[in-house]
């Protein structure tokens, strides 16, 4: 029977042509999607999984990563002083003006780290070294920001002005953009408190290393006896972090409306196809009913035709996904197309060509030879 059923589906190429393309763009589409979707999860959350830590603290009522206050030198103390803090790093994340060069406003996200504490920053250095950031005044910058920034020709040694201070641009990055499109310039916390007009000491959050992580929940208790502050694990601040602009925005479901309407598509053009093609061949069907064929072997028929268009037609939508994702990283766009990824999206367009191929299945089952031979 599975001879047959692709011999048949083969018989018209046109159509099959038709449902393979059908099938490979809701695929693409459906992975896309789903990949953007992750991506974007990647890219609100991505400075707190790169600075890592066990515990970050923040001002009272601090919901997104973005949305961070000022805090004073005495909370690093407090921190300090707990016996189960190993360090307290400060992390300074401000928004501030970016004067161009002719003469236009925008603006950038000034992120200040404390050098030697804790994971590298920044990461995915494409040109320079860490060190480089050393010296007073000095920034990273993404080439991705590149033309926002109005960096045209050489980037290295460039100059900016951010708010009232003039800065230089010491080190290029690859691939690190902010949720908000506002270009990150990565730049150690001497450097960030200046530009940022903060006083010594001060810091948007603290990030706190601990000597066992399963004092997290005692830390978090004691910042909690502070009316002015809150207190997160790593992974639940992400996650708040994570929901505000994607989910709390809209965005995942703009995401997730836009692969259901692939997948819909991609049911009717298959359905279609496969139920022109048992209509086309009810004698034959027929004729094998007629002579002992089980109703099981004649829905293998169907069964054999959306298997083949699934498997040949999701695989040509994994290759123009993966096509797609590099042209989207060319924009700053990050598709996610790891193997959960893949999983899921595969697993739906089974699912849709299983879908389409329902009203075939039922018009086979249904078949009588008596009627079909009138």
Not at 2 to 20: H, N, P
Not at 335 to 347: A, K, Q, S, Y
């Amino acid at each position: 029977m599975f001879r047959i059923a692709l011999l048949t589906l083969a018989y018209d190429r046109g159509k099959l042509v038709a449902s393979l393309a059908g099938v490979a763009f809701a695929a693409t589409l459906a992975l896309a999607q789903i990949g953007l979707y992750f991506g974007f999860l990647e890219t609100s959350s991505s400075l707190i999984r790169h600075a890592g830590g066990d515990v970050w603290v923040m001002a009272k009522g601090t919901r997104v990563l973005d949305n961070g206050e000022r805090m004073s030198a005495g909370t690093r103390d407090l921190l300090a002083a707990h016996p189960c803090v190993k360090t307290v790093r400060a992390v300074i994340i401000a928004f501030m003006p970016l004067r161009k060069p002719d003469g236009s406003l925008d603006a950038v996200q000034i992120i200040g780290y404390d050098p030697g504490l804790g994971p590298a920053m920044p990461w995915n250095l494409r040109r320079g070294l860490p060190q480089d950031l050393h010296g007073p005044a000095r920034v990273s910058v993404d080439d991705l920001d590149f033309a926002k920034l109005a960096i045209d020709g050489e980037a290295i040694g460039t100059s900016l002005r951010v708010g009232s201070e003039q800065v230089y641009v010491a080190a290029v990055t690859e691939g690190i953009r902010s949720f908000t499109l506002s270009p990150y310039l990565f730049a150690e916390n001497e450097t960030a408190r200046r530009v940022a007009n903060m006083s010594d000491g001060q810091a948007t959050y603290w990030v706190v290393d601990l000597e066992r992580p399963s004092c997290a929940t005692d830390v978090i208790e004691s910042v909690a006896r502070h009316p002015d502050l809150d207190a997160y694990t790593t992974d639940e601040f992400r996650k708040m972090t994570e929901h505000y602009w994607v989910s709390g925005s809209g965005a995942g479901t703009a995401l997730g409306f836009s692969a259901i309407l692939g997948l819909v598509v991609g049911v009717v053009i298959v359905g279609q196809t496969l139920y022109a093609v048992t209509k086309e061949h009810l004698r034959e069907l027929a004729t094998l009913k007629a002579i002992g064929a089980h109703p099981n072997e004649i829905v293998r028929f169907v069964a054999w035709q959306a298997a083949f268009l699934a498997v040949v037609g999701g695989g040509l939508g994994v290759v123009m996904a993966f096509s797609v994702q590099a042209l989207a990283a060319r924009h700053g766009l990050f598709i996610v197309l790891d193997r959960l990824v893949l999983t899921v999206g595969c697993g739906a367009v089974l699912t849709m060509c299983a879908v389409a191929s329902l009203g075939s299945i039922r018009a086979v089952l249904e078949l009588e030879a008596a009627e079909v031979f009138q």
